[in-house]
Structures are given as C-alpha cells and as structure tokens.
C-alpha cells in the first residue's frame, strides 16, 4: 500500500453511517441489528471473520430456511447446549407472495 492511500480496513464515517441504516425493502420485515466491528477483534477460521455472542450480542432465533439440509432438532439440541435462550423453526416460501414465512406448527 502506498503511503498516501488510505486504510481500506477504516471506513469513512458518512460510509459507515450508510452501511447502518440502509436496508431493501423487501428485507424489511427483520428486525436485525448491524454494528460494524474491527476484524482483529474478531474469531478467524480461515478467510471468515466471526463476532462471538456475548451480553452485547445475543442469539434469540435461528430460521432454518427451506433449502437447509440441516435436521430441526439438531440445531435445537446444538442451541440449548450453547445458546439455550435462542429458538428455532422451520421456514418456507409463502404460497401467495414473495415472502418467507415460519412453518407455523415448527414455531415454538
């Protein structure tokens, strides 16, 4: 990197300010919360960068979605050894619209 280029790990604020707040509208029905953090302060396993759950950062649902080959009581089993306050369901495409919805009697 030269000298005067700036730092591709540093965001400009007005950047990380759009980042935050824009969202799809089609994504808007989730209630997720973004934060930005520094990637040397988080969990490597190979090229992926993970945040560990802690008190400022809390699993409450996982949605395994239609095409996850992953068994229901599975993740349920993995989630009240590690993370016994979070849910899990099922989810599937809506019949009538562009929309996921929970496989309701998955829903706990």
Same mark, same amino acid.
């Given at each position: ?15 990380? &300010? ?11 029905? &989730?209630? &997720? ?5 520094? #990637? ?7 090229? #992926?960068? /993970?945040?560990? /759950?802690?008190?400022?950062?809390? #699993?409450? &649902?996982? %949605? %395994? ?12 089993? #993995? ?7 979070? %849910?899990? /369901?099922?989810a599937r495409l809506a019949f009538?619209s562009f929309s996921i919805v929970p496989v309701e009697h998955t829903?706990?």
């Open positions: 990197m030269a000298k005067d280029d700036p730092d591709p790990t540093k965001l400009p604020t007005a950047l990380q &300010e759009r980042l935050l707040y824009t969202k799809a509208k089609a994504w808007a029905y &989730e209630n &997720e919360v973004r934060r930005l953090v520094d #990637l040397k302060d988080m969990d490597q396993d190979g090229s #992926l960068c /993970f945040c560990p /759950f802690s008190s400022s950062l809390i #699993l409450h &649902e996982v %949605i %395994i979605g239609a095409r996850c080959s992953l068994q229901l009581r599975a993740v349920r089993k #993995l989630l009240r050894t590690y993370q016994p306050q979070a %849910i899990a /369901f099922k009538k829903v706990p």
